[in-house]
């Protein structure tokens, strides 16, 4: 007998019904139909299922410091340096307990929307120390049930703004984070270039034996050559020092500024160099100093797919200082991604789906991921029919597994009445929340 059985469900590779079967925390059995004797059944009626959502870059420790309540900016910014300067002022007056109560919000948010494991950036420098590591690998440990996570030590302030900056990650490492950061634009004021950045976060990175996760080009210059773009540079030292498969390298939006044969070469060098990509969708940020033809810093996402470069998206910032909007919701950063890189074919669509899925888990390196039998049973099921239906319909998140349990449960209900309208029995069962629960 096993836990639970699961019959005439659909997948992305398998559109016809079929059942699958889930014992201690893994997939037992999958087949047309299984003949099995089971704790629980239920008959999904072709409902969708995939694997579970993977978030590969948020900055945790810093979402959700807006008003939840009237979410927004409080006038336009026009130049991300003016984000910089508020997160460095605002994150001042953060406390671990305020951190914790964020943070813990915002795993019941990604449950809620069938993210099973993600990467958190964490700040660490001289003036924070620890004390948002200590926050988040506390939340870590109480949300274990719900989201695996990964802490990036995140250098907010550089890798050189303090003489003790490396013994201080060093020293995070030793505490709980699990993946190198690195973020050349920050080391604002210290003289080091990206190319000096990179290399000691690589070192630094070869040194621990963990992966590396790189914000590389975060800007959008009038013109690119190939020496210019930071993902070069870190692609050249990647193959050099043999660390293929261990780097991952979000927003690239400088690649975008590139013309198409510079483009053509640096993706050549990421796929050699086998570095992840990570295309962030939140597009508002960039261009906004443009008089025309405003861009948006998106990456060639379709381009690196193309080329055979392991492509995710991710949502990066959720209600901060950065960018006041997102949800945790991977279905809703796919459509934002949809429109913003033109991908509106079916097969098109299913790939965003497997950006977010199969591609984000290659990133985090999580084991035994996926539907086949001995996989981990993390899972969601959709109220869609096909995967482009659930992008374009933004499906509800009906069941959310997590290592065979059931971890979250969403619904969605609408009424349509006829004439006469009728308003006797209308009621609000609970108040408006100030968070999602």
């Not at 990509?277 to 261009?287: E, F, T, V």
């Not at 981990?376 to 869609?384: E, G, S």
């Amino acid at each position: 007998m096993v836990e639970l059985l699961l019959r005439n469900a659909i997948t992305l590779d398998h559109p016809y019904h079929f059942d699958l079967a889930i014992d201690k925390g893994v997939i037992a059995a999958r087949d047309s139909h299984l003949d099995l004797p089971a704790e629980i059944e239920i008959d999904l009626k072709g409902h969708l299922v995939i694997p579970a959502f993977v978030d590969s870059h948020v900055h945790l420790d810093i979402a959700l410091m807006n008003d939840w309540k009237r979410p927004g900016r409080l006038k336009p910014f026009r130049s991300p340096r003016e984000c910089n300067e508020l997160v460095e002022q605002r994150r001042r007056s953060f406390t671990r307990q305020d951190i914790e109560q964020r943070a813990s919000k915002a795993l019941e948010l990604a449950a809620r929307h069938g993210i099973t494991a993600l990467r958190a950036q964490c700040h660490i420098d001289s003036e924070v120390g620890l004390s948002h590591l200590e926050a988040l690998v506390a939340v870590r440990e109480r949300y274990r049930h719900l989201v695996t996570v990964q802490i990036v030590a995140f250098p907010q302030q550089g890798l050189f703004g303090h003489p003790q900056g490396l013994e201080l990650f060093r020293q995070a490492f030793r505490y709980g984070a699990d993946v190198m950061g690195c973020a050349s634009n920050l080391e604002r004021g210290s003289g080091v270039d990206f190319r000096c950045h990179i290399d000691t976060a690589l070192d630094l990175a070869m040194e621990l034996d963990v992966d590396l996760d790189v914000h590389a080009d975060l800007s959008i210059p009038p013109q690119v050559t190939l020496e210019d773009l930071e993902v070069v540079h870190l692609a050249l030292r990647v193959i050099e020092r043999g660390y293929q498969g261990r780097v991952a390298a979000g927003h690239l939006c400088a690649l975008d500024s590139a013309s198409p044969e510079v483009a053509a070469q640096a993706i050549a060098l990421i796929k050699e160099a086998g570095i992840h990509a990570i295309s962030m969708p939140d597009m508002y940020r960039l261009g906004r100093e443009d008089p025309s033809h405003v861009r948006r810093g998106l990456t060639r996402v379709k381009e690196l797919l193309a080329a055979g470069v392991n492509t995710a998206f991710a949502s990066n910032n959720v209600r901060d200082a950065y960018r006041p909007l997102g949800n945790f919701n991977m279905l809703e950063e796919g459509l934002i991604l949809a429109y913003g890189a033109h991908m509106d074919s079916i097969e098109q669509l299913e790939t965003l789906l497997r950006m977010c899925t199969y591609n984000a888990a290659r990133i985090l390196n999580i084991q035994n991921y996926g539907l086949e039998v001995g996989c981990q049973a993390r899972f969601v099921v959709l109220d869609a029919c096909s995967p482009s239906a659930a992008i374009a319909n933004q499906a509800e998140k009906l069941l959310v597994f997590k290592e065979g349990r059931l971890v979250a449960r969403n619904s969605q209900t609408s009424e349509l009445f006829p004439p006469p309208n009728s308003f006797a029995h209308l009621s609000f069962a609970t108040p408006c929340l100030d968070h999602s629960s």
